[in-house]
C-alpha cells in the first residue's frame, strides 16, 4: 500500500484560531445584525501568486461552503472551552460558510497586454469579504491559511518537509530546557496543513520527553482549535485587534473604545475567564488609560441572565448568560447602575495580563511595569508575547520580564509553520507576511495603529484623525520592517 495523499486546503471549521471562536461568541451576542467588510493586505509584495495559485484558491475558496462542525468537534468545545455558552454552540451546529456569497477574489496579471491566460503569469491577488459579522468573521485564517499554501504550492516549490517534524522538535527542547512557558501560534502563515501537523508531531513529543528529562518549560497549548483536539493539547487564545477595531468602527467612539471592548468582553464572559488583553489596536497607551478605569455595575441593560455585573467577582464568574441579547448592546448602557459598597475593581487587578503584538518588547515590558506599579497592583500579571517570535527573542524576552516581575508567555507562529531552506540554494526561504483585517462595521472604516508605524492599517485620513483625538505618538522599532519580518531574499 502507498503512502496516503498529504492532504491539501482546509476541511475543519476548527481549523482556525481560538480568538475567531472567542470573538465571534461574543458577536453573536452584542453584534448579531451588524455589517461588516475586511480587506486583504500582502506586506511582501515583490512575492506575487501565479493565476495558476489562483485558480487553486477558487477551488479551495468553494469547498469551504461544505463544511459544517460534527458532532465530535461540539463535544471537544463544550470539554475544553467551557466558556461557550450554549446560544453559541447551538450557532455552531448549523452555521455554514457562504463564500459564494460573501467573498470577491480578483487576480490582476502584471502585464495584461502578453497576458496569454498562462497560470505562470505572476499578479496582484484581492480579497473583499463583506457580510454580517457573525458570519464573516470565520474568513481570515482559512484564507490566510490556503493564500500561503497557494504560494508555496504553485510559486516557490524549491522546498520539500524533509526535517521538519525534527526542526520543530528541537526548537522545542530548547524552548522547554530553558523554562519558557509557549503555545503553537502558526496557523496565519503557515506553509500548508502537513507542515502544521509536522511541527505539532515535534512539539508534543518535544513536551513529552522534555517532562521526562525534568526541564521546566511548559508547552501550554496552541492557537489552532482542530489541531489541539487531534494532539490533545488545549487551545490557547483570548481575543484579536479586530474586536476594538469594529467596535470603534461601529459606535464612532475611539475615545472609549478600548473600554468598551473590555467591558463587553467580561459582559459576555465573565470575569477570571479568557484574560489576556490585547493592548495595542490604538496604541499601548491609550490602552492603559482605558485599563485602568473602575469596571461599571453592569454591562448590558438585557433582562434575565443576559444581564452581568462584572464589578463582584462572585456574580460575574457565576453569571451564565446562556440565551442570546434580544435589544441593543450595551454602548447606551448607564456606567454605573447603584452606588457600590465597595470601591470596583478596575480591569487592570481583574485581568490576567495583557499580550503584546508590535512595538519595542523591552519597551512594552518598562511601560506596562509602570503602570500597574502606579496603579498599586501587585499580584505577578501575565505579559504574553506573539510578534513574529523566534527561540532567542523568546529567551531575551523571558529574562527581560521575568526581572521586572511578570510571568512570561509566548506564541510561537511562523517561526514554527513556516521555517523552511531553498533547496537549490540552502537561503531561506521566506514565508509570506500576509494580513485580512476588518476594515469597516456598521458603514463605517475601521483602522488599527498599533504600536509601529509598519502594523498601521485601514483609511489613511482616518488613521490621522484617530491619531489626533487619541494623541497618538508615532513610534518606529527598527526591528519592525514588516516587508523583511521574517527574511529577505537571499538570506
Not at 464572559?269 to 485602568?292: C, K, N, R
Request: net charge negative.
Amino acid at each position: 500500500m502507498g503512502d496516503a495523499p498529504i492532504p491539501e486546503g482546509i476541511s475543519s471549521l476548527l481549523d482556525t484560531d481560538l480568538y475567531k471562536l472567542t470573538m465571534q461568541c461574543a458577536v453573536l451576542k452584542y453584534f448579531p445584525d451588524v455589517e461588516v467588510t475586511y480587506g486583504f493586505t500582502n506586506r511582501t509584495p515583490d512575492m506575487k501568486l501565479s493565476r495558476g495559485a489562483y485558480k487553486w484558491l477558487l477551488e479551495q475558496m468553494k469547498r469551504l461552503e461544505n463544511i459544517t462542525i460534527t458532532p465530535d468537534e461540539i463535544d471537544f468545545l463544550q470539554k475544553s472551552c467551557s466558556y461557550f455558552n450554549d446560544a453559541y454552540l447551538s450557532f455552531l451546529r448549523t452555521f455554514r460558510l457562504k463564500p459564494s456569497q460573501q467573498i470577491q477574489i480578483k487576480f490582476t496579471p502584471d502585464d495584461k497586454d502578453n497576458d496569454n491566460d498562462n497560470d505562470d503569469v505572476l499578479g496582484i491577488l484581492e480579497y473583499t469579504i463583506a457580510g454580517l459579522w457573525v458570519e464573516t468573521i470565520l474568513y481570515e485564517i482559512p484564507l490566510l491559511a490556503l493564500t500561503s499554501e497557494a504560494y508555496f504550492k504553485f510559486c516557490d516549490t524549491d522546498w520539500n518537509y524533509e526535517g521538519q517534524e525534527e526542526k520543530a522538535y528541537a526548537k522545542g527542547m530548547t524552548l522547554l530546557e530553558h523554562g519558557c512557558i509557549f503555545s503553537e501560534f502558526g496557523s496565519r502563515r503557515r506553509r500548508d496543513y502537513h507542515t502544521h501537523d509536522l511541527v505539532m508531531k515535534g512539539l508534543v513529543q518535544a513536551a513529552a520527553d522534555a517532562k521526562r528529562q525534568g526541564f521546566p518549560g511548559t508547552l501550554s497549548g496552541t492557537s489552532n482549535v482542530h489541531f489541539a483536539m487531534k494532539y490533545g493539547v488545549a487551545p490557547v487564545g483570548t481575543v484579536a485587534h479586530e474586536w476594538y477595531m469594529g467596535i470603534a468602527a461601529y459606535t464612532n467612539d475611539y475615545e472609549n473604545a478600548n473600554e468598551m471592548g473590555l467591558r463587553y468582553w467580561l459582559g459576555c464572559f465573565g470575569e477570571g475567564v479568557l484574560g489576556i488583553a490585547l493592548t495595542d489596536t490604538f496604541g499601548t497607551p491609550a490602552f492603559l488609560e482605558a485599563f485602568s478605569k473602575p469596571i461599571p455595575d453592569y454591562t448590558t441593560p438585557s433582562r434575565g441572565v443576559d444581564t452581568t455585573f462584572p464589578s463582584s467577582a462572585a456574580i460575574t464568574v457565576n453569571t451564565t448568560p446562556e440565551s442570546l441579547a434580544d435589544i441593543e448592546p450595551p454602548i447606551k448602557a448607564p456606567r454605573h447602575h447603584q452606588q457600590p459598597e465597595h470601591k470596583p475593581k478596575t480591569y487592570a487587578q481583574v485581568f490576567t495580563g495583557v499580550r503584546q503584538d508590535s512595538g519595542d518588547p523591552r519597551n512594552f515590558v518598562r511601560l506596562v511595569r509602570d503602570f500597574y506599579d502606579k496603579q498599586g497592583i501587585t499580584d505577578k500579571k501575565v505579559i504574553v508575547f506573539s510578534d513574529s517570535l523566534k527561540v532567542n527573542n523568546c529567551l531575551e524576552y523571558k529574562a527581560i520580564s521575568e526581572q521586572a516581575g511578570f510571568q512570561p508567555t509566548f506564541g510561537v507562529g511562523t517561526f514554527f509553520t513556516n521555517d523552511f531552506t531553498k533547496l537549490s540554494t540552502n537561503t531561506k526561504s521566506i514565508p509570506l507576511n500576509i494580513v485580512i483585517k476588518i476594515s469597516s462595521a456598521g458603514g463605517r472604516p475601521a483602522v488599527k495603529l498599533s504600536d509601529n508605524l509598519g502594523k498601521n492599517t485601514g483609511d489613511k485620513q482616518l488613521v490621522q484623525e484617530v491619531k489626533r483625538r487619541l494623541g497618538y505618538v508615532e513610534n518606529v522599532w527598527e526591528e519592525g520592517n514588516e516587508a523583511n519580518r521574517w527574511g529577505k531574499r537571499g538570506d
